[in-house]
T-cell receptor, first 116, second 114 residues
Framework: GAGVSQSPSNKVTEKGKDVELRCDPI?????LYWYRQSLGQGLEFLIY????????KSGLPSDRFSAERTGGSVSTLTIQRTQQEDSAVYLC??????????????FGEGSWLTVV | AQSVTQPDIHITVSEGASLELRCNYS??????LFWYVQSPGQGLQLLLK??????LVQGIKGFEAEFKRSQSSFNLRKPSVHWSDAAEYFC????????????FGKGTRLSVIA
């Protein structure tokens, strides 16, 4: 499709396991964002990629969280040694420079992570 | 640091009644302000945005919002709510360039009753 694609849509994992969440941005979009949406907490910024610039990792909650963006396109968010408090919906968004200038970013439908 | 406060966690309105969702922001420069809506099981959709100029902005689905610099507010309004408006609404603030991500409020859940 033409939108931001995230996989898996749902993931249940055992505490202590590692998980990988994938984001396919809209083709040609240079900016990619990861947000976390926890119950009652709104959207929490995690990390932001813009072109070839160093990513803004200021929102990552701990060193168990990391993200990569290969070839300026697909991004993977990795959570190591998952904890129950990591349970949330992880949202990816992307935008072009032009969209960003208009304040528009496009969100995927999210990956719902449950840690048991 | 920028921040967004949505004071109301949950609001219930009757269908056909008017709606106002509150948003207050803190931002060190000229703010760019947004309202997003998240319907159940769906992603976030941009409702409207304010960059500059007219402080009353119109968005999709009959929504509007008014920027009030003196009150650091950007409240969302709709004159007559429809049952399909039931959703989670998020206010956000950010810059339009550089490496500044959008900062979102915690959201307001809107329920619509008959």
């Amino acid at each position: 499709g033409a939108g931001v694609s995230q996989s898996p849509s749902n993931k249940v994992t055992e505490k202590g396991k590692d998980v990988e969440l994938r984001c396919d941005p809209i083709s040609g979009h240079t900016a990619l964002y990861w947000y976390r949406q926890s119950l009652g907490q709104g959207l929490e910024f995690l990390i932001y990629f813009q072109g070839n610039s160093a990513p803004d990792k200021s929102g990552l909650p701990s060193d168990r969280f990391s993200a990569e963006r290969t070839g300026g396109s697909v991004s993977t968010l990795t959570i190591q040694r998952t904890q129950q408090e990591d349970s949330a919906v992880y949202l990816c968004a992307s935008s072009s420079i032009q969209d960003r200038a208009r304040g528009t970013i496009y969100f995927g439908e999210g990956s719902w992570l449950t840690v048991v | 640091a920028q921040s967004v406060t949505q004071p109301d966690i949950h609001i219930t309105v009757s269908e056909g009644a008017s709606l106002e969702l509150r948003c207050n922001y803190s931002y060190g420069a000229t703010p760019y302000l947004f309202w997003y809506v998240q319907s159940p099981g769906q992603g976030l959709q941009l409702l409207l945005k304010y960059f500059s100029g007219d402080t009353l902005v119109q968005g999709i689905k009959g929504f509007e919002a008014e920027f009030k610099r003196s009150q650091s507010s950007f409240n969302l309004r709709k004159p007559s709510v429809h049952w399909s408006d039931a959703a989670e609404y998020f206010c956000a603030v950010g810059a339009l360039s550089g490496n500044t991500p959008l900062v979102f409020g915690k959201g307001t859940r809107l329920s619509v009753i008959a």
